[in-house]
């Protein structure tokens, strides 16, 4: 069993309204995780066991797509514009399972997992205000469904 706490502050600025950059930038907000973790392994003879796992992860985001252009001119091109707003990825998993020693040469393994995987990185272009001026950019948000499935491997 253990826990386990993450901790970042971006120390950047972010808009404000994506849509209207004139209206100036805020400070990004500082994330943070407790993530508990949970293993249990138990013999069920002398060349069998049975384990379950469970945990909760906490993955920053990488840092060039957290701060790629932030002070660029957009009004030339369509420039990628990092988002130091951008909160983790965050998953979850279990994992059950069933191990067994057949013969000296031969054993054999079966689990199955679920991991819940959610805030994953994609990018929108965004119409917005800037310098008084219409301009269009593409900036880093997380997608809003995260992404679940179960596995079971022998």
Sequence with gaps: ????????????KSPLNLENLDQGKKDAKPKSQFSP????????????????????FFQRIDLWDLYQNLNTDITNGLPI??????PPQKE???????ETTI??????KVSAYYKDV???????????????SVAK?????????????????Q
């Design 37 to 56: 973790r949970l293993g249990i392994a138990f013999a069920v003879s002398s060349q069998a066991k049975m384990y379950v796992h469970y945990g909760k």
């Design 92 to 98: 979850t998993s279990y994992e059950a399972g069933f």
């Design 137 to 153: 950019y593409t900036i880093y948000l997380m997608h809003p469904i995260g992404i679940s499935y179960a596995y079971i491997k």
């Design 81 to 86: 514009v990092g988002n130091p707003n951008l």
């Design 118 to 132: 959610e805030n994953l990185l994609s990018t929108d272009e965004v119409n917005t205000l800037y310098n008084n």
């Design 1 to 12: 069993a253990g826990v386990r706490w993450d901790y970042f502050d971006p120390d950047s």
């Design 103 to 108: 013969s000296q040469d031969v054993s054999l």
